[in-house]
C-alpha cells in the first residue's frame, strides 16, 4: 500500500473534522474521532518517513562525493605512475614499490611517509610491517609471515 502523501492526509484530516462537526450520534463521533487519531498517526509517520528519506539523500551525496574522491586519486596515482616511470601497487594498505633502487623487486613502503618498512624477522615475523619514522607509527594489518604471499599477490 502506498503511503499518504501529506496533501491527502490534510484532506482526509479536514474530511473527519467535518464529519464529525455534522454528525449527532455520539457513539458514530468517537469512531471518527479514532479515524481521526489514526489520520494524525499516519500524518505523524509520514513526516518522519520524509525526514529520514532527506537524510538518507544528503547520506547517498556525500558517499557519492567520497566515490569520486578516490576515484580521482586512483587516476592521479596511475598518472604519476606512468609520469615517473615507478611502479608502485597498494596491497592490503601497504605501498609496495618495484624499480631499479629496489631491484626490481617489489618492496614495501609505508603509504603515509613513503619510507621503506621495517620486516620483523623470526621469531618476531607474527608482528605487522612498520614505519622506521618514529613520528609516524604505521604498522601493516599482516604480519610480516605474510610478505612472500602479498607480493605474490601483486604478480608481474
Known amino acids: 500500500m502506498p503511503e499518504p502523501s ?5 484532506a482526509l484530516t479536514n ?12 457513539k458514530s463521533a468517537a469512531e471518527l474521532r479514532e479515524v481521526q487519531m489514526m489520520v494524525n498517526t499516519l500524518a505523524s509517520e509520514n513526516f518522519g518517513l520524509q525526514q529520514k528519506n ?10 557519492q562525493q567520497v566515490i569520486a574522491r578516490f576515484k ?3 587516476a592521479d596515482n596511475d598518472k604519476k605512475q606512468m609520469d615517473t616511470g ?6 592490503r594498505g601497504v605501498k609496495f614499490r618495484k624499480n631499479v633502487a629496489t631491484g626490481q623487486k617489489w618492496m614495501p613502503f609505508c603509504p603515509n ?8 624477522e623470526p621469531p618476531y ?9 618514529p613520528k609516524c607509527g604505521f604498522r601493516s594489518s599482516f604480519p610480516s609471515s605474510e610478505l612472500e604471499k602479498v607480493t605474490a599477490e601483486i604478480g608481474d
Open 113 to 120: 611517509c613513503d619510507t621503506i618498512l621495517q620486516v620483523a
Open 54 to 63: 532527506l537524510q538518507m539523500q544528503t547520506e547517498l551525496a556525500e558517499l
Open 15 to 26: 474530511l473527519v473534522t467535518k464529519l464529525i462537526q455534522r454528525i449527532t450520534d455520539r
Open 72 to 74: 580521482q586519486q586512483e
Open 6 to 10: 501529506t496533501p491527502t492526509v490534510v
Open 86 to 91: 615507478e611502479n608502485f601497487r597498494i596491497r
Open 125 to 133: 615475523s607474527q608482528h605487522g610491517l612498520h614505519c622506521t619514522k
